[in-house]
C-alpha cells in the first residue's frame, strides 16, 4: 500500500515564497520520476514541475525560473520550493509517484490528497 503525504501549503502574499514537501511510503519497485501537479477551481490538473530517477527536471513554463523540485531518496521525499508567488499561482497541489510496484507489473500513479496553495495580498 503506497501513501504520499503532502504537506507545506498556506496563504501567502504575491512576491512571498512557500516550500511544499511529500513523503511517500509502502512497497514501489522501481520509481519513474515524483513530482507536483496543481489544479485551480474550473482548471485541468496540470504538471507543474517534475524530476526523473535520472535526476532530470521538468518545469511548467507558468513556473519555470521561480519553483524548484528536488527529491531526498533517503528519506523517500520530494519537495518543491515556489519562489516569487503570484495570484495565479493558486491552486490545490498533488504530489505525484509514477514507479513500477512491481518487477513485472505495468507502472502506476500514485497520488497525495492534496494541498491548497492561496496567493493574495
Known amino acids: 500500500q503506497v501513501q504520499l503525504v503532502e504537506s507545506g501549503g498556506g496563504l501567502v502574499q504575491p512576491g512571498g515564497s512557500l516550500s511544499l514537501s511529500c513523503a511517500a511510503s509502502g512497497s514501489i519497485f522501481r520509481i519513474v520520476a515524483m513530482g507536483w501537479y496543481r489544479q485551480a477551481p474550473g482548471n485541468e490538473r496540470e504538471l507543474v514541475a517534475q524530476v526523473t530517477a535520472g535526476h532530470s527536471t521538468n518545469y511548467a513554463d507558468s513556473v519555470q525560473g521561480r519553483f524548484t523540485i528536488s527529491r531526498d531518496n533517503a528519506k523517500n521525499t520530494v519537495s518543491l520550493q515556489m519562489n516569487n508567488l503570484q495570484p495565479e499561482d493558486t491552486a490545490v497541489y498533488y504530489c505525484?509517484?509514477?514507479?513500477?510496484?512491481?518487477?513485472?507489473?505495468?507502472?502506476?500513479?500514485?497520488w497525495g490528497q492534496g494541498t491548497q496553495v492561496t496567493v493574495s495580498s
Open positions: 505525484n509517484v509514477r514507479g513500477y510496484p512491481t518487477l513485472t507489473g505495468t507502472f502506476a500513479d500514485y
